[in-house]
C-alpha cells in the first residue's frame, strides 16, 4: 500500500525517513511504513505536519509509545512548527499492506 503524500512544503520526504526510524516492538525489524501503518503525510502552510496512521490492532498495547514516537520525530524535522498524529482504522490493516521486505524479514513470504 503507498502512502497518500499531500505536502506543499516539500517535506514529506524527511517525514517519511523520520517515520521509517519508528517500531512496533511486536513487530521488529519492520518499521511502520514497511508494515504499511502509515496512510498519509500531510504537510499545510505555517509548518503543520500530519500523519495519518492505523495500528496492527485497535487493542495495541504499545499505541500510545508509536504515536509519541512518531509526533515526536516528525516535529523534530526542519521546516516542521507542529506535528499531528490521527489515528484511524479505516481501512483496517492486514498483512497484504506490509512491503515485500516487511514480509521477508518478518517470515510471511
Same mark, same amino acid.
Given at each position: 500500500?503507498?502512502i497518500?503524500?499531500?505536502d506543499? +512544503?516539500? +517535506? *514529506?520526504?524527511?517525514i517519511? $525517513? *523520520?517515520?521509517?526510524? #519508528?517500531?512496533?516492538p ?6 511502520? #511504513?514497511?508494515?504499511? +501503518? ?18 496492527? @490492532?485497535?487493542?495495541?498495547?504499545? @499505541?500510545? $509509545?508509536i ?8 516535529a523534530?524535522?526542519?521546516? #516542521?512548527?507542529?506535528?499531528? #498524529? ?12 506490509m512491503? $515485500?521486505?516487511?514480509?521477508? $524479514? +518478518?517470515?510471511?513470504?
Amino acid at each position: 500500500m503507498s502512502i497518500i503524500i499531500m505536502d506543499p +512544503l516539500g +517535506l *514529506a520526504p524527511k517525514i517519511q $525517513e *523520520a517515520l521509517e526510524s #519508528v517500531y512496533d516492538p511486536e513487530l521488529k525489524p519492520a518499521n511502520i #511504513v514497511d508494515l504499511g +501503518l502509515v496512510y498519509e503525510i500531510i504537510t499545510k502552510e505555517g509548518g503543520i505536519a500530519k500523519t495519518v496512521m492505523t495500528l496492527t @490492532a485497535p487493542g495495541c498495547p504499545v @499505541a500510545g $509509545e508509536i504515536m509519541d514516537e512518531v509526533q515526536r520525530k516528525v516535529a523534530a524535522i526542519d521546516g #516542521v512548527n507542529e506535528s499531528l #498524529v490521527e489515528l484511524t482504522f479505516d481501512p483496517p490493516w492486514n498483512r497484504d499492506m506490509m512491503s $515485500e521486505e516487511a514480509k521477508l $524479514e +518478518l517470515g510471511f513470504l
